[in-house]
Structures are given as structure tokens and as C-alpha cells.
């Protein structure tokens, strides 16, 4: 069973500049391909950022250019960095364990996810 843990959640300015961090447990943490989505009040779930196996990226329209995804397989982390925030960044950021290690859309672990808020 794998456990996924975020951190790095907070308040900040737009403009500003935010870290997240998602700790894995158990698994095999270099072998899947992990994601971040972020899920708004009201509002859908949607993808933000994903990384495979291979360390191919990927990443929605609206944070291309300003979030960056990248992994630490020797710390079983992914971390996500968001530069320019903007009000409508604010949304709960989960991540997401993929075991295809191909960005399927196969997720079969999810964190509880960390609340990000950008003032105006």
C-alpha cells in the first residue's frame, strides 16, 4: 500500500511563489508516475502537472511556464514548484500515484492534499 503525504501548502501573495512537496511510503516510488491536481471550491478536479517514470513532463495549459514538476527518487518525493502565483491557483493540491509509470490516467493512490491560497 502506498501512502502519499503533501506538504507546503500556505498563503501568498500573487505574484508570489509557493513549494510543494509529496512524500511517498511503501511501493516502489521510482517505478510510478505521479501527478498533481488541484481541485477549487465548486469547481471540477483537474490535472496540473504530471512526471513519469522516464521523467518526461507534463503539464496543463493554464501553469505552463510557471509550475515545475520534477521527483527525487532517492527521497521518494515530487515535488511541485509554483512561481507567479495568481488568485485562481488557489484550489487543494493533491498528488496522485500512477504504477503504469506511463501518465494513464491510472491512479490508484491519492494524498489528502494541501490547501493553497494566492490573495490578490
Known amino acids: 500500500q502506498v501512502q502519499l503525504v503533501e506538504s507546503g501548502g500556505g498563503l501568498v501573495q500573487a505574484g508570489g511563489f509557493l513549494r510543494l512537496s509529496c512524500a511517498a511510503s511503501g511501493g516502489i516510488f521510482s517505478a510510478y508516475a505521479m501527478s498533481w491536481f488541484r481541485q477549487a471550491p465548486g469547481k471540477e478536479r483537474e490535472f496540473v502537472a504530471g512526471v513519469r517514470e522516464s521523467l518526461v513532463t507534463s503539464y496543463a495549459a493554464s501553469v505552463r511556464g510557471r509550475f515545475t514538476i520534477s521527483r527525487d527518487n532517492a527521497k521518494n518525493t515530487v515535488y511541485l514548484e509554483m512561481n507567479r502565483l495568481k488568485p485562481e491557483d488557489s484550489a487543494v493540491y493533491s498528488c496522485?500515484?500512477?504504477?503504469?509509470?506511463?501518465?494513464?490516467?491510472?491512479?490508484?493512490?491519492w494524498g489528502q492534499g494541501t490547501q493553497v491560497t494566492v490573495s490578490s
Open positions: 496522485a500515484a500512477d504504477p503504469t509509470g506511463r501518465l494513464t490516467g491510472r491512479y490508484d493512490y
